[in-house]
Nanobody, 117 residues
């Protein structure tokens, strides 16, 4: 079972940047695909970006070119660098293990991102 703790959210103006971090536990973290999801008020939780154990990545169309997912297996960390933020990026962001292109296991508490002037 992977335990996950997200951090790094906050209030930022449109056009600004934030870097989210996800600290994971578990002995086999380096073997796991991981993903960042987000949930805006009244909406479903959707995939933002994913990263496989080998480092290949995928992104939602809405964030391509603005967000970058990365991982540090030695530190058991997953990151989401978010640039050129827009008000529509406002949501609670979660990281999770991904299996078969779907979220697997327990979620962290999430970290809230608010993009507003």
């Amino acid at each position: 079972q992977v335990q996950l703790v997200e951090s790094g959210g906050g209030l930022v103006q449109p056009g600004g940047s934030l870097r989210l971090s996800c600290a994971a536990s578990g002995s086999f973290f380096s073997n796991y695909a991981m993903g960042w999801y987000r949930q805006a008020p009244g909406k479903q939780r959707d995939l933002v970006a994913g990263i496989r154990s080998g480092g290949s990545t995928n992104y939602a169309d809405s964030v391509k070119g603005r967000f970058t997912i990365s991982r540090d297996n030695a530190k058991k960390m997953v990151y989401l660098q978010m640039n050129s933020l827009k008000p529509e990026d406002t949501a609670v962001y979660y990281c999770v293990r991904v299996v078969g292109e779907k979220p697997f296991g327990s979620w962290g508490q999430g970290t809230r991102v608010t993009v507003s002037s």
